[in-house]
């Protein structure tokens, strides 16, 4: 008896021994958000007691909330009333901050809050444990710091019944991971996006475990060194009892923290619009963006986003800013520039248009250019181009008539003489004494002039056409007095072709000032001499579908490049020119083989450490070495220093000695060692009472923790 003693007394000092220099990690830390609920906001919580219900969610994550979706947000359907989901709309406010809500029935408010779950390592089976069959992690706080909402009691003792807690992190496999579970209310557990565990609605504790190194997700296991999603939901919502005890040696990590230094936070919890702003009302101010790194010698507040609040575009003839005195949009009327200087007259304002001008250089004799407010008029030689460019003839241009013209070359007042032209020159021809006195002295009347044909007089008309075929050429008799009487008249905008006499359409007529504007004159189909000014929208489009086109009324066409928008935070949009707009994955890279970059649906790009399997996870550590780029770089194995009991199979001691912590457990321990499996299985029977902690020996166990147990042997020694 006395040897068992002493022998008892060196397993419990080794046993110290052995914690004191084990190198494991002995905590395990889940850190996630917790959103305190109150029923008179969410009648989903205190409502009548229930039953454990599977199928309430579906069997996937929501990849951008990262929160499970109900399977239906109908009131009436079995499964949400057996599991007591009696506003299925408020469903998505148990893992979502809703903070701004009013304090009515049914509004959604909740409180938001951090949380940390420490997970202490069990040594004798290897895994991390959290019990906690009191779990009230927000007593008075959340709505509960104010006194009136303390009004839910368990055995007349005050707790905070009515929250939901959610941790979204990642792991890498090891391959001998396990997970379980005991509680109530909801549980949902998925791994890799899918629900591994469902324990849905109010029920009393009720358990779930997963072994990792059989699950099969889609017809695929796990596979080892590859780092998954591990996403932890549960929520109390009844004030019957709080319960909770986690058992699992999954290897979890955040994989990413915001400039808070909160898991998977959005900067809220350190950063508001109250912080960031600058006293402007007409900007909106924003908080960074999650992922924005604080600099050395800056504040949160350096990094604040102060957007220029945009007022709706009403029309071209209006402006809708925002009041610096009010912050709200008001609408003033915009002023049409003076267009003088261009030889034009405003018209009005078309909402649609813009600024529409009157062309004031449209006489007949005009040009149609402007110079300095000066329009121009038709030149001789305008004229001359205009008509029929005989180089015997002057031009000119009469206001009521056009272009006209007259003979170069003007005859004397001496019958005998006739006046010539030849190229532009003028000449005289002197008639013979037949040709010039033929007997018309006295007969000729003022528009006729001497004429002689075989010595036989023969007046002819004296020539007064002045090339415009738009006008009628009159001489009077009497006082040979010589009219040019228009042909035709023209109206609106058509202008008499000098050369044809008819009526054309004269664009030029219509130019409104506006280069965003087309204006053309058309002719009436009822009455040729009508033109019609006719104004459009101008068209700048092109065939290029990443342009956006627009048209300024002083500068006309330009355009600007497509925005083309993202598809959550892992698809980007770019645009094709021939296609529009298109979507691509978002390219996350990093910059060393030991740092993982990767898009997260409800993150963006994230960074993190790379995590290692071990070749023997039960006996080393994985550790990643970085290389000379950052594809070269590789994982190795390294041994626990000193390795846990469990790798050293030829050892007399089992794992379970780690776990003793009291004699009675020594004693069992020393009972293993010297009876065996049955002589424990005696021990147990008969002292069980005074050693909880052994009801379970992974001595003894085949397979305690997803592997094999070498000690296991069901012979006495």
């Not at 927000?138 to 909402?149: A, E, H, L, N, T």
């Not at 319960?243 to 400039?259: A, G, K, W």
């Not at 040979?480 to 042909?487: E, F, I, K, L």
């Not at 070495?625 to 194995?637: A, Q």
Request: hydrophobic content about 30%.
């Amino acid at each position: 008896m006395k040897k068992t003693l002493l022998f008892i007394l060196f397993l419990i000092k080794y046993i110290i021994l052995i914690k004191a220099d084990n190198s494991q990690q002995t905590l395990l830390q889940l850190e996630g958000f917790i959103y305190d609920q109150f029923p008179l906001y969410n009648d989903n919580f205190e409502p009548a007691i229930g039953s454990l219900t599977p199928g309430m969610v579906l069997p996937n994550i929501n990849s951008t909330t990262r929160v499970p979706d109900l399977v239906s947000l109908l009131q009436y359907t079995t499964v949400n009333q057996n599991g007591r989901m009696n506003s299925p709309n408020l469903y998505q406010y148990f893992y979502q901050s809703n903070t701004g809500a009013p304090k009515t029935t049914n509004s959604g408010l909740n409180v938001p809050m951090t949380i940390k779950l420490n997970l202490t390592l069990d040594p004798t089976r290897g895994v991390y444990v959290y019990d906690n069959q009191y779990f009230f992690p927000i007593d008075y706080q959340g709505f509960d710091v104010d006194p009136s909402y303390r009004v839910y009691n368990n055995d007349t003792q005050y707790h905070n019944f009515h929250f939901c807690l959610k941790i979204n992190s990642k792991f890498t496999f090891q391959g001998i991971e396990v997970f379980n579970f005991i509680g109530d209310d909801d549980v949902w557990v998925f791994i890799n996006d899918y629900l591994v565990i469902d324990l849905g609605g109010l029920h009393t504790a009720a358990s779930k475990s997963v072994d990792l190194t059989t699950l099969t997700i889609n017809g695929q296991k796990l596979v080892k060194g590859t780092t998954y999603n591990f996403d932890f939901f549960y929520c109390e919502r009844h004030t019957t009892a709080s319960t909770i005890r986690v058992e699992t040696n999954i290897q979890t990590f955040c994989p990413f923290y915001d400039y808070c230094n909160v898991c998977r936070g959005d900067g809220s919890t350190c950063c508001s619009a109250t912080l960031c702003d600058d006293n402007n009302i007409c900007t909106s101010d924003i908080c960074p963006p999650a992922d924005t790194v604080i600099q050395p010698g800056f504040t949160i507040k350096d990094y604040c986003q102060h957007i220029p609040k945009t007022c709706a575009v009403i029309d071209k003839c209006s402006n809708n800013t925002c009041s610096m005195s009010t912050g709200q949009c008001v609408q003033q009327t915009i002023p049409c520039p003076s267009k003088a200087g261009q030889c034009m007259t405003l018209d009005k304002c078309d909402a649609t248009q813009g600024c529409l001008y009157t062309q004031a250089c449209t006489g007949i004799c005009n040009t149609g250019v402007c110079n300095s407010g000066t329009c121009e008029v038709k030149s001789n030689s305008t004229c001359a181009s205009e008509l029929d460019n005989d180089k015997c003839k002057i031009y000119s241009c009469d206001p009521v008539k056009g272009c006209v013209s007259e003979p170069l070359c003007k005859q004397g007042s001496n019958p005998c003489i006739v006046a010539t032209c030849s190229n532009g020159v003028c000449g005289t021809n002197t008639l013979s004494a037949s040709e010039c006195d033929c007997g018309c002295e006295g007969k000729l009347n003022a528009c006729e002039k001497n004429n002689c044909v075989n010595g036989q007089c023969s007046p002819l008309r004296i020539d007064i056409d002045d090339g415009n075929a738009c006008t009628i050429d009159v001489c009077n008799n009497s006082t040979g007095a010589v009219t040019h009487d228009p042909v035709t008249t023209c109206t609106g905008c058509n202008v008499c072709n000098p050369k044809s006499g008819t009526c054309s359409p004269t664009d030029s007529l219509c130019q409104d000032g506006n280069l965003c504007t087309d204006n053309k004159c058309v002719a009436d189909p009822s009455n040729s001499n009508l033109g019609t000014c006719q104004s459009s929208v101008k068209s700048c489009n092109t065939t290029n579908k990443c342009l956006i086109w627009s048209c300024n009324s002083e500068t006309g066409c330009y355009s600007t490049n497509k925005v083309c928008p993202d598809s959550g935070k892992c698809q980007v949009g770019y645009c094709d020119p021939d296609q529009g707009c298109l979507l691509k994955n978002r390219t996350c890279s990093s910059t060393a083989y030991c740092l993982v970059s990767e898009c997260d649906e409800s993150l963006g790009c994230i960074t993190y450490d790379r995590r290692c399997a071990a070749d023997n996870a039960k006996c080393q550590k994985g550790v990643c070495v970085n290389g000379t780029t950052p594809t070269n770089g590789k994982c190795e194995s390294i041994n626990y220093d000193p390795q846990p009991f469990v790798c050293k199979t030829a050892a007399v001691v089992s794992t379970a000695v780690v776990a003793g912590v009291v004699v009675a457990g020594a004693v069992a321990l020393g009972a293993a060692i010297f009876a065996g499996k049955k002589g424990y299985d005696y021990w147990k029977d008969s002292q069980a009472n005074t050693m909880t902690a052994s009801n379970s020996n992974p001595l003894y166990e085949a397979n305690p923790n997803g592997g094999e147990n070498p000690l296991f042997n069901d012979t006495p020694n």
